[in-house]
T-cell receptor, first 115, second 112 residues
Framework: GPKVLQIPSHQIIDMGQMVTLNCDPV?????FYWYKQILGQQMEFLVN????????KSKLFKDQFSVERPDGSYFTLKIQPTALEDSAVYFC?????????????FGHGTKLSVL | QQKVQQSPESLSVPEGGMASFNCTSSDRNFQYFWWYRQHSGEGPKALM?????GDKKEGRFTAHLNKASLHVSLHIRDSQPSDSALYFCAASTNSAGNKLTFGIGTRVLVRP
């Protein structure tokens, strides 16, 4: 079936550094998402992105976070600077049109460890 | 209070048995409900959706929705070891962008 690829699978960085998480969405999908999952807690919505713009973001999407998808390249989540509480698994997802009755396709996640 | 609550946290069923677990929402704006399954080391994968009152069956999986009580359940018939996973209930409203609110999950172990 359709696959969302996330690179890298694990990233370890020092607090205060910048990190970029990369996502290759399903090729014909138009809506992209980032979710955050802290160990033992539920997955939480961070942001969705369509047509080059952030459509909606949650309160977890701090000012230090940014997303973009330059033409033909990855959909990225950048955190600058990182904080200890940013340690989590970040899941990228995509869907065809963003309709509420539509399933999301998730990647395997990037585990971010901030030391 | 979490907007989507799941129970139980975990359950163990014998191979061939029935696994049943529940999801309750506290937000009446939710109109669309999904069950996602996550195997260890992977991302969640959509199992099935349910938007209307009553039962919806897909193979060995049956979902039930009661919109009045905002209660959703999932039943797995003839459970297989490959069904061992974390099952998430997720809900969304009718607004564009499909922002899903997830529960914390029910961990299912199918014993061979």
């Amino acid at each position: 079936g359709p696959k969302v690829l996330q690179i890298p699978s694990h990233q370890i960085i020092d607090m205060g550094q910048m990190v970029t998480l990369n996502c290759d969405p399903v090729s014909n999908h138009l809506y992209f998402y980032w979710y955050k999952q802290i160990l033992g807690q539920q997955m939480e919505f961070l942001v969705n992105f369509y047509n080059g713009k952030v459509m909606e973001k949650s309160k977890l999407f701090k000012d230090q976070f940014s997303v973009e998808r330059p033409d033909g390249s990855y959909f990225t989540l950048k955190i600058q600077p990182t904080a200890l509480e940013d340690s989590a698994v970040y899941f990228c997802a995509s869907s065809v049109t963003g309709g509420s009755n539509e399933r999301l396709f998730f990647g395997h996640g990037t585990k971010l460890s901030v030391l | 209070q979490q907007k989507v609550q799941q129970s139980p946290e975990s359950l163990s069923v014998p191979e061939g048995g029935m696994a049943s677990f529940n999801c309750t929402s506290s937000d009446r704006n939710f109109q669309y409900f999904w069950w996602y399954r996550q195997h260890s080391g992977e991302g969640p994968k959509a199992l099935m959706s349910i938007f209307s009152d009553g039962d919806k069956k897909e193979g060995r999986f049956t979902a039930h929705l009661n919109k009045a009580s905002l209660h959703v359940s999932l039943h797995i018939r003839d459970s297989q070891p490959s069904d061992s996973a974390l099952y998430f209930c997720a809900a969304s409203t009718n607004s564009a962008g499909n922002k899903l609110t997830f529960g914390i999950g029910t961990r299912v172990l199918v014993r061979p």
